[in-house]
């Protein structure tokens, strides 16, 4: 049984630091032989993936900081700093980042086919901010990378009016 600890601190040189897309994606050390996997992402407002499935991985995630729309199946919900997003695989969801700032998001996966995503299409991050110039691969590439880490878009990612229209019925 091993009994090696770890901890991981926001300044850790150990942790890698990812740019993914318009996004950076730090992922934070667990100990030796435990299947978990801990992504913090900071993104930018404005920030939206395709509407998509994981069909072998349940989804989940605290939020940090900032404010987004989510769309988890059928329900569009707007969430921000103190919530809990959990989605079992084969959920249709995505989200905005809305508002003034950055929003900080805690991701906890039990398997690493997301975290092999983020490296696929990823380059180290230079420094701890979210990228100034994102960079996305062609959509054919990043379709065939997505579909080899069981990630499914399925349709376009929330539109700034998808978020307001979900805005303006929580007022």
Partial sequence: MTTAVVIDS???EQAQAWWFLDTLVVEHRCAPGMGTVVLEMTLPVGSAPPLHVHDDLDDT?????GQMVVRCGP????VGAGH???MPRAVPHTFRVIGEREARILLV????SFRDFIRSVSTPAKARVVPTDPTFPPIDELMRISASHDLRPIGPPMSAEDSETVLAGVE
């Fill in 84 to 86: 809990w997003v959990s």
């Fill in 109 to 112: 996966h039990d398997k690493p």
């Fill in 75 to 78: 329900d569009k919900l707007l």
């Fill in 61 to 65: 995630w605290y939020i940090l900081e």
């Fill in 10 to 12: 926001p300044e850790s």
